[in-house]
């Protein structure tokens, strides 16, 4: 086992994390509403799926990933797998023969720890990287101050400086960025990996951490800055009455 896959199981027991995702392949109906548009200026072309009323846009031939039951999308990189962690997503895992090595135990372990979705790619290289979201309700973290407290909490607890904390500027939602090392505690055999996590007090003071972690920790910044800026989220459903 390697170090980012022995990482990835003690994933949820360091931290507070989920991934969100939907089976990749599953997505027939959903290919027929999407929309290829070609940025300004020569710019990347994109991808917007539209599904539910929650809008994911992603970079050509990113794979969109909204699930606006729970609340959330996101787009992963070509050729990724994800799955939702609800006991029916997890019931498709059975009868199916994920690429990525792994995947299905990693993916019944983050639902273990109370993920809501995970997905993960391999590298040309073999190595592997994956998202997990988590999304926790009533937490009063509804501002770029309170969740500042709450991101260098999370840091000093997974034995990160929280002074590496970095608040992001200019979101819709107040975000913010925790890097620190998986399995570096003692009993980890000195098997290491890098992660990030993305805090965001979205809508609803619901507090979602997403979770990206691989094996290349040279691509991991740019990895998770990418899936950072397809982060949509649903907006609190009316009251009924």
Same mark, same amino acid.
Request: proline fraction near 7%.
């Given at each position: 086992?390697?170090?980012?896959?022995?990482?990835?199981?003690?994933?949820?027991?360091?931290?507070?994390?989920?991934?969100?995702?939907?089976?990749?392949?599953?997505?027939?109906?959903? %290919?027929?509403?999407?929309?290829?548009? %070609?940025?300004?200026?020569?710019?990347?072309?994109?991808?917007?799926?539209?599904?539910?009323?929650?809008?994911?846009?992603? +970079?050509?031939?990113?794979?969109?990933?909204?699930?606006? /039951?729970?609340?959330?999308?996101?787009?992963? +990189?070509?050729?990724?797998?994800?799955?939702?962690?609800?006991?029916?997503?997890?019931?498709?895992?059975?009868?199916?023969?994920?690429?990525?090595?792994?995947?299905?135990?990693?993916?019944?372990?983050?639902?273990?720890?109370?993920?809501?979705?995970?997905?993960?790619?391999?590298?040309?290289?073999?190595?592997?990287?994956?998202?997990?979201?988590?999304?926790?309700?009533?937490?009063?973290?509804? /501002?770029?101050?309170?969740?500042?407290?709450?991101?260098?909490?999370?840091?000093?607890?997974?034995?990160?400086?929280?002074?590496?904390?970095?608040?992001?500027?200019?979101? *819709?939602?107040?975000?913010?960025?925790?890097?620190?090392?998986?399995?570096?505690?003692?009993?980890?055999?000195?098997?290491?990996?890098?992660?990030?996590?993305?805090?965001?007090?979205?809508?609803?003071?619901?507090?979602?951490?997403?979770?990206?972690?691989?094996?290349?920790?040279?691509?991991?910044?740019?990895?998770?800055?990418?899936?950072?800026?397809?982060?949509?989220?649903?907006?609190?459903?009316?009251? *009924?009455?």
């Amino acid at each position: 086992m390697n170090g980012r896959r022995y990482a990835a199981a003690a994933l949820a027991a360091a931290v507070l994390g989920a991934t969100l995702g939907a089976c990749s392949g599953d997505g027939d109906d959903a %290919a027929e509403d999407t929309e290829e548009t %070609a940025g300004e200026g020569g710019g990347a072309t994109t991808t917007t799926l539209n599904t539910g009323g929650l809008e994911v846009t992603a +970079p050509d031939g990113w794979q969109p990933i909204p699930a606006p /039951d729970i609340g959330i999308g996101f787009a992963v +990189p070509p050729g990724w797998e994800a799955t939702l962690l609800s006991p029916e997503g997890l019931a498709t895992l059975a009868g199916a023969s994920p690429a990525v090595p792994g995947f299905t135990e990693l993916a019944h372990a983050a639902a273990a720890q109370g993920g809501v979705i995970y997905a993960a790619g391999e590298d040309q290289a073999g190595g592997i990287s994956d998202v997990v979201v988590r999304a926790t309700p009533a937490t009063g973290v509804t /501002d770029a101050q309170t969740l500042r407290y709450a991101a260098e909490l999370t840091a000093a607890n997974n034995g990160t400086d929280p002074t590496r904390v970095t608040v992001v500027d200019g979101t *819709q939602w107040p975000t913010a960025l925790v890097p620190f090392t998986l399995g570096a505690a003692s009993g980890s055999d000195g098997r290491t990996a890098e992660a990030r996590s993305v805090m965001v007090a979205g809508p609803g003071d619901i507090l979602w951490e997403v979770t990206v972690t691989a094996d290349d920790a040279a691509s991991l910044d740019g990895l998770t800055e990418q899936i950072r800026q397809t982060l949509t989220f649903a907006p609190p459903s009316e009251p *009924q009455g």
